[in-house]
T-cell receptor, first 109, second 115 residues
Framework: KNEVEQSPQNLTAQEGEFITINCSYSVGISALHWLQQHPGGGIVSLFMLSSGKKKHGRLIATINIQEKHSSLHITASHPRDSAVYICAVSSNTGNQFYFGTGTSLTVIP | ETGVTQTPRHLVMGMTNKKSLKCEQHLGHNAMYWYKQSAKKPLELMFVYSLEERVENNSVPSRFSPECPNSSHLFLHLHTLQPEDSALYLC??????????????FGNGTRLTVT
């Protein structure tokens, strides 16, 4: 079993829809990261959070430390949001990162 | 420019070839990583160079050999690879401290195909 589980694996949405991607983890963490990977491979760090909620534009990330769960929300989705979204955690022992398998999002115009 | 530059972007090599992947970071970070990304699998850590110490994933075959001449440059030397080594190889960097690591900054990756 992977230390980080994401759902759903694939998601198709109509432009304008509200999108939620979920992440659960099973290790002790110092922080949780949401990453975005566009076709072609480049990965960009969207959020790093250890508690509460962060917002950047139309993206919102929340984390519940007690439940070991995080969500990434996209409001008013747009075709340019189409990408793979990866949840990762940095462990609280030894500077290790664990990654989920990613959620492939396609937003249709 | 991403701050982490990888070359080449694409590489096709035969099983008897020797090639190297190059990574350079311009962010002043003190840790660099090689990750392998295969279809439908989580990112797999291959090697970490952190504060001049090397950490490796023991499951990585010896046909992959890293080199980190300084804190800004990282290489992955490849020899006698197998077709199942075809994947996207990603370099990343971060700033490590006693309290943990900063976010990872990734390069655009090298898409490797072994024929």
């Amino acid at each position: 079993k992977n230390e980080v589980e994401q759902s759903p694996q694939n998601l198709t949405a109509q432009e304008g829809e509200f999108i939620t991607i979920n992440c659960s983890y099973s290790v002790g963490i110092s922080a949780l990261h949401w990453l975005q990977q566009h076709p072609g491979g480049g990965i960009v760090s969207l959020f790093m959070l250890s508690s509460g909620k962060k917002k950047h534009g139309r993206l919102i990330a929340t984390i519940n430390i007690q439940e070991k769960h995080s969500s990434l929300h996209i409001t008013a989705s747009h075709p340019r949001d189409s990408a793979v979204y990866i949840c990762a955690v940095s462990s609280n022992t030894g500077n290790q990162f664990y990654f989920g398998t990613g959620t492939s999002l396609t937003v249709i115009p | 420019e991403t701050g982490v530059t990888q070359t080449p972007r694409h590489l096709v090599m035969g099983m008897t070839n020797k090639k190297s992947l190059k990574c350079e970071q311009h962010l002043g970070h003190n840790a660099m990583y090689w990750y392998k990304q295969s279809a439908k699998k989580p990112l797999e850590l291959m090697f970490v160079y952190s504060l001049e110490e090397r950490v490796e994933n023991n499951s990585v075959p010896s046909r992959f050999s890293p080199e980190c001449p300084n804190s800004s440059h990282l290489f992955l030397h490849l020899h006698t690879l197998q077709p199942e080594d075809s994947a996207l190889y990603l370099c990343a960097s971060s700033q490590e401290s006693r309290t943990g690591a900063s976010p990872l900054h990734f390069g655009n990756g090298t898409r490797l195909t072994v024929t």
